[in-house]
């Protein structure tokens, strides 16, 4: 009677053990149909791998919590705004923070065109802040060092050509000549008329000086050889409107006497 209870016992166990193994294996029998068959349920043997898989994934999902999707060719205004700001882009050109140079070299202009311009495409290409920043401090440094080279090579130039000069004029001449060249120059422009646009005869003596043109030794040393091919100085500095003795305008007597004839 033991005996017989023993084994019936083991029967019953090992035919539920074996249920047990035929429904994991039967489990997708469960599933709907239509989607037995897809890929996430490849290796899972029973329905157990199913309730692993989905707590798996909920535990990854927290670490994508506050971000947001890359927008599209289809993506809205608000889904394109959204994504600007979790990427730190401003809302418009105009919230890029762009330093400009505090020391740039005497005459250099700041071009706030170039700025405003560069701004306009940092937006549209989606640039980020730190990204403008330092492609626009790049930008104004290298400006401000070309712009002192070239005004180095100038005033090397200028230095050289200011040698020569004292040379040709040595002592007080130099200074003696330099003055004449600015006297003469702004007397026959006070015998002209001067449009009303340069200002006057004081706008054009302004205008000498800061040009740097009387500033210029080699125009210096040109317009010195030019009034001495002349040889009469006062035809500028005492001359008026016209010579009273032979009432010609003082453009004529100065192109008379320059090139040896009368202008006819």
Not at 101 to 117: F, H, S, W
Not at 129 to 154: F, R
Request: cysteine-free.
């Amino acid at each position: 009677m033991t005996e017989q209870n023993t084994e019936t016992g083991e029967q019953q166990q090992q035919q539920q053990g074996g249920g047990e193994q035929q429904g994991e294996q039967n489990w997708l029998t469960s599933v709907p149909e239509n989607i037995r068959g897809h890929e996430v349920f490849k290796g899972m043997d029973k329905a157990g791998d199913v309730y692993q898989k989905l707590t798996d994934l909920s535990d990854g999902a927290k670490n994508f919590e506050g971000m947001v999707r890359i927008p599209g060719k289809d993506s809205s205004a608000e889904e394109i705004a959204t994504f600007n700001k979790a990427f730190g882009l401003p809302e418009n050109a105009e919230g890029y923070e762009i330093v400009r140079p505090e020391n740039m070299p005497d005459g250099m202009v700041y071009d706030e065109a170039l700025e405003t311009k560069f701004r306009e495409v940092a937006h549209k290409t989606g640039m980020k802040p730190d990204q403008v920043a330092a492609v626009a401090k790049l930008v104004n440094d290298h400006g401000m060092e070309t712009y002192a080279e070239i005004n180095k090579i100038l005033d090397d130039r200028k230095t050289a050509a200011v040698e020569t000069l004292k040379q040709l004029w040595p002592g007080d001449k130099y200074a003696q000549e330099n003055d004449r060249v600015f006297k003469v120059m702004t007397a026959f422009a006070g015998q002209s008329e001067i449009p009303e646009g340069f200002g006057g005869i004081e706008g054009f003596k302004g205008w000498l000086k800061n040009s740097g043109m009387v500033n210029d030794p080699v125009f210096n040393w040109m317009a010195s050889k030019m009034f001495d091919h002349i040889g009469n100085d006062d035809l500028f500095l005492k001359g008026g409107a016209a010579n009273t003795s032979t009432n010609v305008p003082v453009e004529e007597q100065f192109f008379s006497e320059s090139m040896g004839h009368k202008k006819k």
